[in-house]
């Protein structure tokens, strides 16, 4: 029966050129102009840890002075380095990293390859199992060499491909200013997207393409690039960052269970009272502990005018199925003749009123279509913007199957009352009207 209902619409919409491809426009339209807002918002607020980000965590605490103290101020989002240190050799999570983001000119032995910069990250071993990094060739340093100050590396892929053309690089020799470290481990293509693990490069920043064990980067003063804020008499002298009065690093727990969650929360509550209680923190006693999406969403990270962009999209496409409606319920109600013969022939109101919505549904699809080509170009032109977010705006398989099931579902929610009132006038009016 339903193949038979699909028949009929065909027939229908052909015989209604003109309207038909009216109801098909307002319906692309509205879903283009939807789905490329709404596209660039799933992009920009995604989970960048999908399975994980409920289990990794941002210790915060507050080291700095009294100038300046309101109580109900954010605490910061990076810790000095003595707390930083502290809290990592506590060891009182499954996987803690250390970090900070830096640049690098890279040398490579190809003589026709003129120095770069690249982004670098200088970390701990536990960055690349609790973020899920995946590995092409070897693998992360370990926990010894950080310890011990190893001169070891992992490298992008995207870096790997520049110097040594994809081959297998673990083993050899990457030149970094002035310096020689051995690479252990290239990376498969990875990014997470909000870059969470430090917001002070960009919300958006790309991979870093450089990763360096974070004590073998200080002991070789490479070069740091992020937020840093300081207090009294510190000041931001690379060479005094140890030392000095200054959040700057970026720490991050991963705590797999509710039970190790509440540890580790007791936990960093004792440290920051005896803290306190030894006078190296003069505020009153705080500290927080957010995961991955909690700290995303007090961050705002998804910029405000994206979020405008989407109402006003779909708004726009309220408007379009007002419109298709409205042309439904005048092609449906001239079919008044039609109905009234299948009418009086048997045919029941039901049966009427699937057809009717099986021509809707048909309508949604080629909609669909039409949206999704308008998306593309939508999307298209969003990525020519300058914004350091644009280039990611591309159409997934998500919002691809989104794009048909929002066309189908809208226009046959359209289709019902136009389908309705059809169905609804008593046959003998239908026929006595021709």
Same mark, same amino acid.
């Not at 250390?98 to 640049?103: K, N, P, R, S, Y």
């Not at 030149?175 to 293509?189: F, M, Q, S, W, Y």
């Not at 690379?238 to 039970?259: I, K, N, P, R, Y």
């Not at 190296?280 to 705080?286: V, Y």
């Given at each position: 029966?339903?193949g038979?209902?699909v028949e009929?619409?065909?027939?229908?919409?052909?015989?209604?050129?003109?309207?038909? @491809?009216?109801? =098909?426009?307002a319906?692309?339209?509205g879903?283009?102009?939807?789905?490329?807002?709404l596209t660039v $918002?799933h %992009?920009?607020?995604g989970?960048p840890l999908?399975?994980?980000?409920?289990s990794?965590?941002?210790p915060r605490l507050d080291?700095?002075?009294?100038?300046g103290y309101?109580?109900?101020?954010a605490?910061p989002?990076q810790?000095?380095w003595?707390?930083g240190m502290?809290l990592?050799?506590? +060891?009182?999570a499954?996987r803690q990293?250390?970090?900070?983001g830096?640049?690098?000119a !890279?040398?490579?032995?190809?003589a026709?390859?003129?120095p770069?910069f %690249?982004?670098?990250?200088?970390?701990t071993?536990?960055?690349?199992?609790?973020f899920?990094?995946?590995?092409r060739y070897?693998?992360?340093w370990?926990?010894?060499?950080?310890e +011990?100050?190893?001169?070891v @590396?992992?490298?992008s892929?995207a870096?790997?491909?520049?110097l040594?053309?994809?081959?297998?690089?673990?083993g050899r020799t990457?030149?970094?200013d002035?310096v020689?470290l051995?690479?252990?481990?290239?990376?498969?293509?990875?990014? !997470?997207?909000?870059h969470? #693990?430090d917001?002070s490069?960009?919300?958006?920043a790309t991979?870093?393409q450089?990763? %360096?064990?974070?004590?073998?980067?200080?002991d070789?003063r490479?070069?740091?690039n992020?937020? %840093?804020?300081c207090?009294?008499?510190?000041?931001a002298?690379e060479?005094?960052?140890e030392t000095?009065s200054?959040?700057?690093l970026?720490?991050?727990?991963?705590?797999d269970?509710?039970?190790?969650?509440?540890?580790?929360r007791?936990?960093l509550?004792? #440290?920051?009272?005896?803290?306190?209680?030894?006078?190296?923190?003069l505020?009153?006693?705080?500290?927080?502990l957010?995961?991955?999406?909690?700290?995303?969403?007090?961050?705002?990270?998804?910029p405000?005018?994206?979020?405008?962009?989407?109402w $006003?999209?779909?708004?726009f496409?309220?408007?379009?199925?007002?419109?298709?409606?409205?042309?439904?319920l005048?092609k449906?109600?001239?079919?008044a003749?039609?109905?009234?013969v299948r009418?009086?022939?048997g045919?029941?109101?039901?049966?009427?009123?699937?057809?009717?919505?099986?021509e809707? =549904?048909a309508?949604?699809?080629?909609g669909g279509?039409?949206g999704?080509?308008?998306? $593309?170009?939508?999307?298209a032109l969003?990525?020519?913007q300058?914004s350091?977010?644009a280039?990611?705006?591309?159409?997934?398989?998500?919002?691809?199957?989104?794009?048909?099931?929002?066309?189908?579902?809208a226009t @046959?929610?359209?289709?019902?009352v136009?389908?309705?009132r059809?169905?609804?006038?008593?046959?003998a009016l239908? $026929?006595k009207s021709?």
């Amino acid at each position: 029966m339903f193949g038979y209902y699909v028949e009929l619409a065909l027939r229908s919409l052909r015989r209604s050129r003109a309207l038909t @491809a009216l109801m =098909v426009l307002a319906v692309a339209l509205g879903i283009g102009a939807s789905m490329t807002t709404l596209t660039v $918002l799933h %992009v920009l607020s995604g989970d960048p840890l999908p399975g994980r980000s409920g289990s990794v965590f941002m210790p915060r605490l507050d080291p700095r002075d009294l100038d300046g103290y309101d109580a109900s101020a954010a605490l910061p989002t990076q810790v000095t380095w003595a707390d930083g240190m502290n809290l990592l050799r506590a +060891g009182r999570a499954h996987r803690q990293a250390l970090m900070v983001g830096g640049a690098t000119a !890279v040398q490579s032995d190809d003589a026709s390859l003129d120095p770069f910069f %690249v982004p670098a990250r200088f970390t701990t071993a536990d960055f690349f199992p609790m973020f899920g990094v995946p590995f092409r060739y070897g693998n992360a340093w370990s926990n010894g060499d950080d310890e +011990g100050r190893a001169r070891v @590396a992992v490298i992008s892929d995207a870096l790997n491909d520049r110097l040594f053309h994809g081959g297998d690089s673990v083993g050899r020799t990457l030149h970094i200013d002035g310096v020689d470290l051995r690479i252990v481990g290239v990376l498969a293509p990875w990014r !997470v997207v909000p870059h969470f #693990y430090d917001l002070s490069t960009g919300d958006y920043a790309t991979t870093e393409q450089v990763y %360096v064990p974070l004590r073998t980067a200080r002991d070789l003063r490479l070069k740091r690039n992020g937020g %840093v804020e300081c207090w009294g008499s510190g000041s931001a002298d690379e060479d005094g960052m140890e030392t000095a009065s200054c959040v700057w690093l970026q720490f991050w727990v991963q705590l797999d269970d509710a039970g190790a969650v509440a540890a580790y929360r007791t936990f960093l509550d004792g #440290y920051v009272h005896e803290q306190v209680a030894r006078g190296r923190f003069l505020r009153p006693a705080r500290s927080e502990l957010p995961d991955v999406m909690q700290y995303l969403d007090e961050r705002r990270v998804v910029p405000g005018d994206v979020r405008l962009q989407v109402w $006003l999209a779909l708004g726009f496409f309220v408007v379009c199925l007002v419109n298709t409606v409205g042309l439904m319920l005048a092609k449906f109600m001239r079919r008044a003749g039609e109905v009234g013969v299948r009418r009086a022939m048997g045919a029941s109101r039901r049966s009427i009123f699937l057809q009717l919505l099986t021509e809707a =549904v048909a309508i949604g699809v080629a909609g669909g279509v039409g949206g999704l080509l308008v998306a $593309l170009a939508g999307l298209a032109l969003v990525r020519q913007q300058p914004s350091a977010a644009a280039h990611l705006a591309h159409l997934d398989a998500t919002m691809l199957a989104t794009t048909f099931a929002v066309s189908i579902a809208a226009t @046959a929610l359209a289709g019902v009352v136009p389908a309705w009132r059809a169905c609804r006038i008593p046959p003998a009016l239908q $026929l006595k009207s021709q």
